[in-house]
């Protein structure tokens, strides 16, 4: 799969997020990468300061970054519906956590 068909998919499940929800993400980026270096098998990571533990000093910070690693997540999928689904998933999940929602909770809610 391309770089660009990748960058499509995530864009479209960014795209199936609530419009009140994604009007209050703030100061984030999302990006796609081959692999994370630390954990290659990490199919995506939230860095930053979420929206919940943010406070009146928060300011003059670069982005926060989502960043879903393609590689990774081609590798444990057998077709391109289990991309797809893969990518839908991995994407909520990085953003439930700038929301401040933590790894427990998204198991919980069956989005581990």
Partial sequence: MTRRSFEGLVADALDTIPPELTAAMDNVVVLVA????AEP???????GVALTERTSSY??????RITIYQDAILE????????????AITVVHEVAHHFGIDEETLHELGWG
Avoid at 34 to 37: E, I, P
Avoid at 59 to 64: F, I, K, Q, R
Avoid at 77 to 84: I, Y
Wanted: proline share 3%; with cysteine.
């Fill in 41 to 47: 098998e990490l199919l995506g990571l939230y860095e």
């Fill in 34 to 37: 081959d692999r994370n270096d």
């Fill in 59 to 64: 300011g003059w910070v670069l982005p926060d």
């Fill in 76 to 87: 444990i999928c057998e077709d391109q519906d289990q991309v797809v689904q893969e990518v």
